[in-house]
């Protein structure tokens, strides 16, 4: 089932709509997003999921990472030794 | 004493007692406004212009005189297609958002000449309510012409009519301010806040571009309007006076919201203009300057005259004055086909404006600005979609603006739970003013609902086509993406 989100990029202008699938990964997710503010801002390979105040494992499924349909995510560039 | 001042007061001053229904009925506190007070309470409503109906024709006519001539000398074809590029954008962005608000304006007000609590009141919204049928006309007049030259402008006056983005922001705020507010409301959001603290920047800061770009209709109208504002403006503050005295906290509310309304409004219509569309050597001042000049200053000092505290969310503007239409703007560019109208990219010089202009919020646009420039300068000109987003964007379920509110590090989107529906905010007061009136907002459905409940499709292209665009008319990069610094050699 497909899952609408509030997307965030750092360092991004604005929020975005996302319709991601339950079962996709947290990494597909933080993918897909960059993707999407990537006329605005580039950041890079390593990236993080930011949900509820959690920063989130990449290998989780959405379900098992506990987003639920219209949650904020936020999508951040990893830094060395974060 | 002359004959005319004699009667004149006499004349506007024409309330009656009722014999056959109550005044209450006459003058229902949904329409009339809240605090409901009686007629003797208003009858020392006053306010500075006391023009006569003979008085108020003739200037009119005199306006309207001058006005056709202007335009018949410089409002042609020819003329206004020799105008800068991006100040062409200017005038689309105007064309299309301010004649049917003018006409909402004009239900706002024939609701005060009905339901204002004094006669003199009445009367002078009766003549506000002709002024702003004179504002929904003369942009249509002077762009009349022009509709058959640019599938752009001809789509002006489609915008209301449609589901675009901005169309549904825009109907939000009118409808309320302009169609559902009573006449307290109507008098003190659109006469005391949007009009006497927030059009200075229109009818100051834009008319002076205007000259200074060469565009002397554009130019013109905004001086001929902006004499009709200065009158009926007035009425706000005897409105205001009034209520203070009676319910200070329900007057502090008020301004508190029209404020911070008004505020996303003009950053949006003003901001764009005055930082990015208009050219480099006609900016007088940056948008944040006008700002501080004629809202900082000058409506700060209306509110001290009248007792009243800064609006709550002072704090909140300032902090977003100098970000908050950079960040839509940035937004909004790479999104440009959601518009009707086209988007300049700020080249070195404007960045280097910018860079001076907003030295405390830049160097986190800059990035941003950047990545695009690089994008074109890889893609090369006429490739608009390397630089355009594919993904649906969020909104705000307040202002129904795209969530662009905090800075690049942190966007400030707030959400609540209510009766078992989640709401966005780009900001704190717009989450307050919601959640002040949910039963005004809460059944509104803005593009993401729309596209949630199946209404709206939820593929960017279709959904251009949903907002009533098409390739003829929506809005691109203003060259193309074909500008001398993307190609000059060193300038990577």
Redesign the interface.
């Known amino acids: 089932m497909a899952l ?1 989100l ?3 990029a ?10 991601a699938g339950e079962s996709e990964s947290v990494s597909d997710l933080a993918q897909r997003l960059a993707r ?1 503010a990537a ?4 950041l890079g390979e390593r990236l993080r999921v930011l949900h509820r105040g959690s920063l989130l494992r990449g290998d989780l499924t959405l379900t098992e990472a506990g987003i639920r349909a ?1 949650d ?1 995510v936020d999508v951040l560039a990893e830094v060395d030794g974060g | 004493m002359p004959l005319r001042d004699e009667w004149c007061d006499l004349a506007r001053k024409l309330d009656w007692s009722f014999s056959y229904a109550e005044e209450r009925q006459v003058f229902p506190e949904a329409l009339s406004g809240t605090p409901w007070l009686s007629a003797h309470e208003w009858r020392d409503w006053d306010e500075p212009f006391r023009s006569t109906f003979a008085e108020y024709v003739a200037t009119q006519q005199k306006k309207e005189v001058s006005f056709q001539a202007i335009a018949e000398a410089v409002g042609r074809v020819e003329d206004v297609a020799k105008l800068d590029p991006g100040w062409l954008s200017v005038v689309k962005l105007h064309m299309a958002t301010l004649p049917l608000a003018e006409f909402a304006a004009v239900v706002g007000n024939l609701r005060a000449a009905r339901f204002g609590r004094d006669s003199a009141w009445r009367m002078t919204s009766l003549l506000g309510a002709l002024d702003e049928l004179r504002h929904t006309q003369l942009p249509l007049r002077a762009m009349h012409d022009l509709v058959r030259w640019d599938e752009q402008f001809e789509w002006t006056h489609r915008l209301f009519h449609s589901n675009d983005w901005v169309a549904i922001a825009g109907r939000h705020l009118v409808d309320e301010l302009l169609l559902g507010s009573d006449a307290i409301e109507f008098a003190i959001g659109t006469h005391f806040v949007f009009e006497t603290g927030f059009t200075n920047l229109q009818f100051i800061g834009l008319t002076a571009m205007a000259k200074d770009v060469g565009d002397r209709l554009f130019e013109q109208m905004l001086q001929s309007i902006q004499t009709d504002e200065a009158r009926h403006a007035q009425i706000g503050h005897p409105v205001l006076k009034k209520l203070i005295a009676r319910d200070p906290v329900r007057a502090q509310q008020l301004v508190d919201k029209w404020f911070w309304r008004s505020f996303r409004f003009f950053a949006v219509v003003t901001g764009f203009a005055m930082d990015y569309l208009t050219p480099l050597h006609a900016r007088r001042a940056s948008f944040k300057e006008f700002v501080e000049e004629w809202v900082v200053d000058q409506f700060q000092s209306s509110l001290d005259e009248l007792g009243l505290q800064r609006p709550r969310y002072w704090q909140a503007f300032l902090d977003a004055l100098p970000i908050y239409h ?3 703007y ?2 909004a560019y ?1 999104y440009r086909a959601t518009t009707w109208f086209d988007f300049v990219l700020p080249g070195p010089p404007e960045v280097a404006w910018l860079a001076e202009k907003y030295p405390e919020t830049w160097p986190q ?1 800059a ?2 600005w950047q ?2 420039t690089e ?1 074109w300068r890889a893609a090369g000109p006429g490739v608009e979609w ?9 909104f705000c379920n307040l202002c129904q603006l ?3 509110g905090g800075t ?2 942190h ?1 400030s ?1 707030v ?1 609540v739970e209510r009766a078992g529906r ?1 709401h ?1 905010f780009c900001s704190e007061p717009c989450r307050e003013l919601f959640e002040n009136e949910p039963e005004r907002y809460a059944q509104h459905r803005g593009v ?1 609902e729309r ?2 409940a199946g209404e709206a499709p ?1 593929n960017l292209l279709e959904l251009l086509r949903y907002f009533g665009l098409s390739e003829a008319n929506w809005g691109r990069d203003v060259v193309g993406g074909d500008y001398d610094f993307l190609r000059a050699e060193g300038s990577r």
């Open positions: 609408p509030y997307g965030f750092q360092g991004d202008t604005l929020g975005l709509i996302v319709l999407a006329p605005r801002v580039a219209l904020r | 950079h960040m839509l940035a937004s790479t646009l990035p941003i990545n695009i994008r390397f630089t355009h987003g594919t993904t649906p964007v969020s795209v969530l662009c690049p590090s966007n989107a959400f989640r966005v993401v596209i949630l939820a």
